[in-house]
């Protein structure tokens, strides 16, 4: 089982093999293939730093413990219909962002993250919606 913040949700569905450090990208990595390789791997979502932020790199600001951080992983829970403590499958989330989330939620949670501008999650999201789970990260 991991545990999952709010907003990693929609990150791992953007993921391309990029991030803050090479510790970051294999723990992300390993992460993102294991849900796409095992979609009833189990999810335990938590309040504040995760399995994810583990990895982010000691410089300057801890990015994990940011308040704005924590407005977007609720902001996304809220929108999935979901809670903190929760245990479900990496499935039952897809199916969640199918029934709830559309591209343009993106555009209002994630407007200030430094990654939507390459597109990625937009283009991970569409992919959930039409059914073709995660992207293999080569």
Request: glycine letters at 8%; proline letters at 3%.
């Amino acid at each position: 089982m991991y545990k999952l913040r709010g907003h990693h949700l929609f990150c791992l569905l953007g993921y391309r093999g990029m991030g803050y450090s090479p510790e970051y990208v294999a723990n992300m990595t390993r992460l993102h293939q294991t849900l796409r390789n095992n979609p009833k791997t189990r999810i335990n979502l938590v309040k504040g730093p995760d399995q994810l932020c583990e990895k982010y790199p000691n410089s300057g600001e801890y990015h994990c413990q940011n308040e704005n951080i924590y407005k977007r992983d609720e902001a996304i829970l809220n929108i999935m219909g979901l809670e903190i403590g929760q245990i479900l499958s990496w499935e039952d989330i897809e199916t969640r962002i199918q029934k709830h989330v559309s591209t343009s939620d993106l555009q209002n949670v994630c407007k200030n993250c430094s990654w939507r501008s390459y597109g990625f999650c937009e283009e991970g999201i569409r992919e959930i919606l039409e059914g073709k789970g995660l992207r293999e990260v080569t």
